[in-house]
């Protein structure tokens, strides 16, 4: 658990100044190559998810083993969850964009998890009435990101408990508290529940290999710092017969405030935007937010600004910049000072709009299917 | 926790010499009164059950406040549990005879819980298979005894976890593992299935008056051994909006080799009578038996046995004698030196045939009706 004088990084906390490089060695995943990037593009059918072209997601664990199953013809699945303590935002989605992208271009299945237990486990201050009602709100806007109804299943914790707990009977017994506390800081004061919850969090990894009665390799996209989460799921795969899942970590979206995540836990609401913002909220939050922008319009004029601080750069960068030519345009004319600020803001408000009005209707759309994509039993024949 | 020099009893031990009145006084319960006895006999249409008359469930915690309730017109329901690691031995059924005396007397509904996850969990050395397959043997042992298929209903926790779990998440939260550390000795070393396990043990007695939306208090008879899993239970009931369960205790049954209590964990099998010994096995197991008697039959004759220290007497006691009149008569013929030893054992032996013989019949009809009893989902507009 990363924890220098200068950044924090823990499943729970994202603080200071991150050093990702650094962070990488003191984790110990390993670097997304070039070499790796170039197999990821030839068998996605020539593109990169920009996510992975601009370097976003820059670490894994596993991946390489993954992409040769692959090419053997053993297809794996992607999964990704979501604690659902309120609204969804931007920097959420990298996940799952990134998810729909592998199932778009290697037609995988995707498995969803919203952890409706382990947020009103985790936050005191939620009802489990909230958690629930978040839990069907997010997975709208996860849904409407673009999956496919056919090959997008859903673990929606209170509701899939049939369907998830055998697995977790089995997973449980392999992990002491001694190793929650060691991996997730849970002193002996947090509740039983909270502690537990880790074995449900790894279910779905394994899950595919138990309904299917063979290895079925899986493929988790997740900020860097859920990585030791999935270390534990990794440590005890194979010990219960299941491969270890391969993981792809990306770096955090930097928060409006120029905090070092788009977390909202105890700070200001307008560190993020949330999905459920009105456009009025946005544009403030945008005008609002923290740049790498001068002192003066004369001073950025001569000197230019600098991108790499700045949050508004950072949606460009992660979702908002449409193509990579885009993306250096916005940069090369942020540096150089041809664009201020505020002229880029409203470049990039136009886009936020879009989004927004376009996700409202995908959602309206999900909301259709989401339903029935929640399993609520265990696989036919899978045994006890 | 007592451990004292003399004796040691939590949920997962007894062992020593035990005294169970300073036992009631160190753990706090309240002395089941001729007056409470009484009160229970009239209710009950003029007879108490042996077990309680005999003085094998000689504490409780608020049953006083239960039978007002059910004197002012609120049912209760009775709730007691198997975790099943193996057949069941004959004390174990102590508890569920006397669940199915209330439902016969009182005409209230019984909840069984067949803890096969726990089992699990707890035994290192069982697989989920056998702790499957012992939940179902235990069960319709349990049912064979008599229980009314339209006011019995069973949560065995793997097949029922879609009724228990939302119930459980609230319970789950309320509880620190430093309580968990506190009641059971679980060490950090304990995997956190064992130690989320308490959560579900809570659920059957708040269950009803989660599905009923109103209060329905519980009763749950147990040995004395198992108050403190249930004093947990207690602790956070009110907190929940649930009325804190009543609880009646017995004395254990002493095993056959003279051991505190009928357990096989660490010691020998010939300890108990399994329900699936056989016949000659039964009869060697009783042959076998530690009793009170003297060295020589001369002695014996002379100043006539010890029935209190008798394991064979224990089981007149507890379940084999047919009458008050018939163990009055035993006592008096074991201690004045009237009858020996062997004499005793035969016509014990008789007794616990015939019952072998009638309960494999009973099994076979239960296990028509158990499946329809396991509760499989949550109740019907319960909420989350």
Redesign the interface.
């Known amino acids: 658990m990363p924890d220098t004088e200068e950044f924090v990084v823990t499943p729970y906390e994202v603080r200071g100044r991150v050093d990702y490089d650094r962070l990488r060695e003191m984790f110990g995943t390993q670097e997304l190559t070039g070499e790796l990037l170039a197999r990821l593009r030839r068998l996605a059918g020539g593109e990169l998810h920009p996510l992975l072209e601009r370097g976003i997601y820059y670490s894994h664990r596993d991946l390489g083993a993954l992409l040769d199953a692959y090419e053997g013809g053993r297809p794996f699945f992607v999964y990704s969850g979501r604690g659902p303590s309120g609204p969804l935002h931007t920097s959420h989605l990298a996940q799952f964009d990134l998810c729909r992208w592998f199932q778009e271009r290697l037609g995988v299945s995707m498995y969803i998890q919203i952890t409706d237990?382990e947020k009103?486990?985790s936050r005191?201050g939620l009802s489990?009435?909230e958690t629930?009602r978040w839990g069907y709100e997010n997975l709208y806007d996860i849904l409407a990101l673009g999956f496919d109804p056919k090959k997008t299943r859903v673990f929606f914790d209170?509701r899939s408990?049939?369907a998830l707990?055998?697995l977790?009977?089995?997973v449980?017994?392999?992990?002491?508290?001694?190793s929650?506390?060691a991996v997730f800081g849970?002193e002996?004061?947090?509740?039983?529940?909270?502690?537990?919850y880790?074995?449900l969090q790894s279910v779905p990894a394994f899950w595919p290999s138990w309904a299917e009665g063979k290895p079925v390799p899986c493929l988790i996209p997740c900020g860097i710092d859920q990585d030791p989460h999935f270390r534990l799921s990794r440590d005890i795969a194979e010990g219960l017969g299941f491969p270890k899942p391969a993981l792809l970590h990306s770096r955090m979206v930097p928060g409006l405030l120029g905090e070092a995540a788009m977390s909202t836990t105890g700070s200001s609401a307008d560190n993020a935007l949330f999905l459920d913002d009105p456009p009025a909220v946005v544009e403030r939050k945008i005008r609002n937010a923290f740049t790498g922008g001068r002192a003066t319009v004369e001073e950025q004029r001569r000197r230019g600004a600098v991108p790499e601080v700045c949050s508004v750069w950072a949606l460009w960068r992660t979702r908002f910049a449409e193509s990579d030519e885009r993306l250096r345009q916005v940069t090369d004319d942020c540096r150089t000072g041809h664009m201020l600020c505020g002229e880029c803001k409203g470049m990039l408000l136009e886009r936020v709009h879009r989004f927004y009005r376009e996700h409202e209707a995908a959602r309206e759309q999900a909301k259709a299917w989401a339903e029935g994509a929640i399993v609520?039993g265990p696989p036919a024949g899978a045994?006890?």
């Open positions: 237990d009103y486990w005191a489990r009435e629930v209170s408990i049939a707990y055998p977790a009977i089995r449980a017994r392999k992990i002491p508290y001694s929650v506390k849970l002996p004061s947090a509740n039983i529940g909270w502690i537990f880790t074995a609520t045994g006890v």
